[in-house]
Every structure is written in C-alpha cells, then in structure tokens.
C-alpha cells in the first residue's frame, strides 16, 4: 500500500471514529455538562467583543451578570478563541460539537503519530481510534465539557513521542509545551512535570546529559513563548480571589479515587473517574506484563515510567506531594492526569493485540471495542439539559445584556459576586456607597430590586458603553454615589471630570462606585494594559526570536 493510500485510510479511519463519537450529541444536541456553561459564555462574548474591533479581549463582559470579569486574562486563549469562530461560522448550537470534533480528530492523528513509532501503520490506525474511543477522552467530551482539557489532549501524545527521541528537538518541544499552556493551564501543569520525570529518568539510568539539556531548554523556552499568556496570568492573581478555585469539592484531597465527601453529585463524578482511572491502570500494566520485550526499549520504557507516577499521584498516600510541589495543587482533580495515561494505555493495549492478532482481526477488534466504549459511555455520560441551559436560551440571554455567573476565582480581590444582583441597570447614583448591596447568604445572584430612598434622581447620559470603555455624563442633584453594572478591578483607569481616580469606595459584591458631586460629573473607565501584559509580550516576543534562531540553526546542523 502506497503512503498516499495509508495516510488516506487513517483519515478516513479517524473521521468514521469521531463521526460515532459524536453521533449522540448530532441526535440530541450539545450536552451541558460542568463547564458547559463556563465555556460557552466565554466563547459568545469574545465573538461579540471582536464584532467590536477590540481583537485582544482582556474582560468578558457577560460575566456576573453583565458586571463582568477578568477570566480572559487567566483563562489561556487557544479554547476560547477556537469556539469563537467555530461559533461565529457555524452558529451556536454547532460550536459544541465541531469543537469536540476537532479536538477528537486531532488527538487520533497525534496518537496515530505516536504509535507508529513502533507499530505498524494497520496497528498505529488501531491506536488512532481507540484514543478517540478511550473513555476518559468520552467523559471529558460528554460529562464534564472541559474544553480547554480536550484542545490539550491533541499534544500530549506528541510530547510523549517527542520525549523517546534519542535526542529531543528543542524548538518542537518549545512548540508542544507553548501550545499546551496556551490550551490549558492544568495540563500544561502536568506536562512539565512529566518532562522532568521522564528528563530525571534519562539522566540517572542513561547517565547522558545532553537529552536532559535539551528537554530543560525546550522546556523553558516554551515557557517563555507562552509568556504573553502566562506572565499576566500569574501576576494578577493577587488581584482576584484565585484561591477560592481551590474550594470545597475542588481540592486534591476531596478526589483521590473513591473518595467520599458526603456530596452526592460530587462523590458520583468522583466515582466515574476512578472506576476510568482503574480500567486504564489495569490496561498499561497488563501491557507490561505481555509486551515485555519493547518495555525493554528504552524508549518504551520512557513514557510507560509515568504509568507508576501516575497511580501514585491518584492515591492519598501523595498528599504531601501535591500540597508541597510548586502549581501541582491548581490541578484540583488527580484523575487529569488520565489525560495523559491515556495515550499511554491505548499504546500499550494496541501494541499487545498486534503481536497476537493479523492485520485484519486487529482491525476488526479494534473496532468492536471502539463501538462498545463510545455506546456505553455516550450514553452514560450524556448530560440533558435544562430549558435554561439549552444554548438558544443562554444565546437570548446573553443578547438581551443579562449575562451569566461569574467564575468565584476571577472575582475582583475582597469582593463576592455571589451578591452581584441580576438584571442590574447600568449606572445609578445612590445616596450611600453600600446601598442597594444584595444580602448573599440569604440567596445567590438575586433579582435587583430598586430602593427608592436610596436612589438620587440623576439624569445620566451614557456615550459609549463598549467592552473596554465607558463614558459616561452624570448631573445628580446632590452629592452621591455613581455604582457602575462592572466590577472594580486594578486594571481599569478611571477619569473623573478628568482626573485620575485610583482609589475608590468599596463594596461587598465588588461593583464599581465613583463619589459624584451635585451638578454635573463626566466619567470615563478605560481598561488599561498594565506592565505585567507589555513583560509578557516583550518575553514572548524574544522567545519567538529565540526559537526562529535555534529552528534554522537545527536545520543546518541536520542538513
């Protein structure tokens, strides 16, 4: 068979798999699961930012209610952006879908990649598929729509491979760890951690310093050219709530395997994951057991030391690892790391069934369990959704200026958007700073509802009122308190009649309040890049200088 033939099968192979991967949610519609909505908000309001020519977002404005938030400066960019035009071309509804198509598709072919390192291209087809059908990738698709989550499981069977060379490219390496930070902060977490794993474990049993080196220096300079992300993202954290993503249910201790916190939701999800988590254990190691001979290969043996690694990192016994490693604690669920003993198992299993089966069995083998790992786990992850979370409703809202919930860590530092009321006008001036402030631990999020005492009738005329921009004119007939539908966060400038206001009365729900004084008042918020953004560029941009160096430099060499 020619190449062009092989190249062309495993295309089609790959596209047939996905089709049936997805069949479930062609017949019922996207399925609403944990991050449905986080993503789909983020998605629509960036198309929308964009249809304002603003091409860089930093605030999504429909967050909190339409009072906004942070996310798209800590939220890496690559998800967003995808289903911002995957949404803009193809509407809404079809967003969810194409998006988990292409991540799905792309993983085969990464996978695919990866097995044919050792297995024949028949036998590497095999693995292409069942990384699609692999379970886990399913219950991320179906159950949790983590869609940062999936985007990043395209490169992690790339790394994998790349970690087998004899000696590891540094600007493909840079490429794959950039990439990955710039899909998802938790997996790109994960994916330097096993580097140095796998780079300590070369260096100690292969007593060769050159691979290390390069993996290190890959490593850094992926870092770096991930920078215009990643600088920002770490420095303003101490401008928002950020520990609180490490709250009750979502801390490494609440999702060890088979863990139990008394919540029923949760311990279900917990559950799920650790019954995937066995199956894909009990994969990989009876692969050791049965393809000895390439566990021998050092290579082999490489990325199958993370299978070890891994199931210790499942387990309590590693607490104290993941509360004492720098970053490993953001991971929140141990069982992430399933994403990337995936990849691991689907080789592991494939390799077995092609030293025992013909070409033709395997591939009807494979099939089989491709069918019945995609019908069981469709169905049982399928997440039906509520009138409210179907996407023509969320579409509706978002278009009318009502917004959605906000993410508790993107909160502006000392406030809780948990009293940031619905429905909100855009600006009222009010007699007390405080006033009007939503009690919430009576009720999240509850409908505003005017206090005429406290409310000075102002004529206000709004002029602009833009994702990153507003200005505004007031005339109140007595001192007071312009409280703004936005969060008040550091990176906004605030001009009054003019002049620079840095500080500003606080609230309780984080809403930005301006004293006005009788008469007239021009106000004009203007977001503003902060020196961390302009760092990130600069190091971005000198890592990309750097890479465009080494690249050509590599090609000399190899030619």
């Known amino acids: 068979m020619t190449p062009l033939r092989q190249r062309t099968g495993t295309a089609i192979a790959l596209a047939v798999t996905t089709l049936a991967a997805l069949l479930t949610l062609l017949l019922r519609g996207p399925s609403c699961g944990?991050?449905?909505?986080?993503?789909?908000?983020?998605?629509?309001?960036?198309?929308?930012?964009?249809?304002?020519?603003?091409?860089?977002?930093?605030?999504?404005?429909?967050?909190?209610?339409?009072?906004?938030?942070?996310?798209?400066?800590?939220?890496?960019?690559?998800?967003?952006?995808?289903?911002?035009?995957?949404?803009?071309?193809?509407?809404?509804?079809?967003?969810?879908?194409?998006?988990?198509?292409?991540?799905?598709?792309?993983?085969?072919?990464?996978?695919?990649?990866?097995?044919?390192?050792?297995?024949?291209?028949?036998?590497?087809?095999?693995?292409?598929?069942?990384?699609?059908?692999?379970?886990?990738?399913?219950?991320?698709?179906?159950?949790?729509?983590?869609?940062?989550?999936?985007?990043?499981?395209?490169i992690i069977p790339l790394a994998l491979l790349?970690?087998?060379?004899?000696?590891?490219?540094?600007?493909?390496?840079?490429?794959?760890?950039?990439?990955?930070?710039?899909?998802?902060?938790?997996?790109?977490?994960?994916?330097?951690?096993?580097?140095?794993?796998?780079?300590?474990?070369?260096?100690?049993?292969?007593?060769?310093?050159s691979a290390?080196?390069?993996?290190?220096?890959?490593?850094g300079l992926g870092l770096g050219m991930a920078g215009v992300y990643l600088f920002p993202a770490t420095w303003q954290q101490r401008w928002v709530e950020i520990?609180?993503?490490?709250?009750?249910?979502?801390?490494?201790?609440?999702?060890?395997l088979f863990g139990h916190t008394g919540e029923f939701y949760h311990d279900q999800v917990l559950r799920t994951a650790s019954w995937i988590a066995c199956l894909l254990i009990a994969v990989c190691l009876a692969g050791i057991l049965l393809w000895r001979d390439a566990v021998r290969e050092r290579g082999t043996r490489r990325i199958v030391s993370l299978t070890g690694v891994i199931c210790?990192?499942?387990?309590?016994?590693?607490?104290?690892?993941?509360?004492?490693?720098?970053?490993?604690?953001?991971?929140?669920?141990?069982?992430?790391?399933?994403?990337?003993?995936?990849?691991?198992?689907?080789?592991?299993?494939?390799?077995?069934?092609?030293?025992?089966?013909?070409?033709?069995?395997l591939t009807l083998v494979a099939g089989v369990l491709c069918l019945v790992s995609i019908a069981v786990c469709s169905h049982a992850f399928y997440q039906v959704c509520d009138d409210e979370d179907a996407v023509p409703a969320q579409v509706a809202r978002l278009q009318q200026g009502s917004g959605g919930?906000?993410?508790?860590?993107?909160?502006?530092?000392?406030?809780?958007?948990?009293?940031?009321?619905?429905?909100?006008?855009?600006?009222?001036v009010l007699t007390e700073s405080d006033a009007e402030v939503a009690d919430g631990s009576k009720e999240e999020n509850p409908e505003w509802r005017r206090e005429a005492a406290a409310e000075l009738p102002a004529l206000i005329h709004v002029q602009?009122?833009?994702?990153?921009?507003?200005?505004?004119?007031?005339?109140?007939?007595?001192?007071?308190?312009?409280?703004?539908?936005?969060?008040?966060?550091?990176?906004?400038?605030?001009?009054?009649?003019?002049?620079?206001?840095?500080?500003?009365?606080?609230?309780?729900?984080?809403?930005?309040?301006?004293?006005?004084?009788?008469?007239?008042?021009?106000?004009?918020?203007?977001?503003r890049i902060t020196r961390d953004i302009w760092m990130g560029r600069a190091v971005s941009l000198l890592a990309v200088c750097t890479w465009t160096f080494l690249f050509f430099r590599e090609r000399r060499v190899q030619a």
């Open 34 to 154: 944990h991050d449905f909505d986080f993503h789909l908000l983020s998605w629509i309001d960036v198309a929308t930012t964009w249809r304002t020519g603003l091409l860089t977002p930093h605030w999504l404005v429909s967050a909190n209610y339409a009072a906004g938030e942070p996310r798209l400066i800590f939220y890496p960019p690559a998800s967003w952006i995808l289903g911002a035009v995957l949404g803009s071309v193809a509407g809404w509804t079809a967003a969810p879908i194409l998006f988990s198509a292409v991540c799905l598709f792309c993983a085969g072919a990464a996978m695919y990649r990866l097995a044919r390192h050792w297995l024949a291209p028949a036998a590497a087809t095999a693995a292409a598929c069942l990384a699609i059908a692999n379970p886990y990738m399913l219950f991320v698709v179906y159950e949790r729509t983590a869609y940062g989550e999936l985007l990043a499981a395209t």
């Open 162 to 209: 790349h970690c087998v060379q004899l000696q590891p490219r540094i600007t493909t390496l840079a490429l794959l760890v950039a990439g990955m930070w710039l899909c998802n902060a938790p997996s790109g977490v994960m994916l330097c951690y096993a580097l140095l794993w796998i780079a300590l474990g070369r260096l100690a049993l292969e007593r060769a310093w």
């Open 212 to 219: 290390p080196l390069h993996m290190a220096a890959g490593t």
């Open 243 to 256: 520990a609180r993503a490490l709250g009750p249910g979502l801390r490494v201790e609440d999702n060890f």
């Open 312 to 361: 210790l990192l499942l387990l309590p016994i590693s607490a104290p690892l993941w509360h004492h490693t720098p970053r490993l604690a953001y991971l929140q669920f141990p069982w992430r790391w399933l994403m990337v003993l995936g990849p691991i198992a689907t080789l592991m299993l494939t390799s077995v069934l092609a030293r025992w089966l013909p070409r033709v069995r």
């Open 405 to 428: 919930r906000g993410a508790d860590e993107y909160t502006p530092r000392n406030a809780d958007n948990s009293e940031v009321a619905q429905d909100l006008p855009a600006v009222r």
């Open 464 to 527: 602009q009122w833009s994702p990153e921009h507003r200005d505004l004119t007031i005339v109140s007939p007595a001192d007071g308190y312009a409280v703004l539908r936005l969060m008040d966060y550091h990176a906004w400038r605030v001009l009054r009649n003019g002049r620079s206001m840095p500080t500003r009365p606080h609230r309780g729900d984080g809403l930005m309040t301006i004293p006005v004084a009788a008469g007239r008042s021009h106000i004009e918020i203007t977001w």
